[in-house]
């Protein structure tokens, strides 16, 4: 019997959830592919989320997301430390 047959026992199949299942893997994960911040994708959701976040015109998203970071770009170019930043505006400047 392995740990998640051991699990449903006690808890139940209400408890075992998506994320139960992936958990289970963690350790095979570790093993093959190394730390888990070699492969772990918190960051990409992160920045999904606050991609929901933004208004688009739902018809070009694309042109509405690129008008945002442009538009938090030149922000950032008002901002005091834009000495910091300068190298990073002209690489990304269309």
Known sequence: MDIAEIF???NGKHVVTPNFHLH????TCIIDYGPVYCFWLFRFEHFNGMLGTYHTNQ???EV???RKFLDDTAML???P???EH???LKQISV
């Open 8 to 10: 449903l026992k006690i």
């Open 24 to 27: 289970h893997h963690t350790s």
């Open 59 to 61: 018809k070009s998203i």
């Open 64 to 66: 509405s997301l690129m």
């Open 77 to 79: 170019a008002k901002a």
């Open 81 to 83: 430390n834009y000495a």
């Open 86 to 88: 300068t190298e990073i």
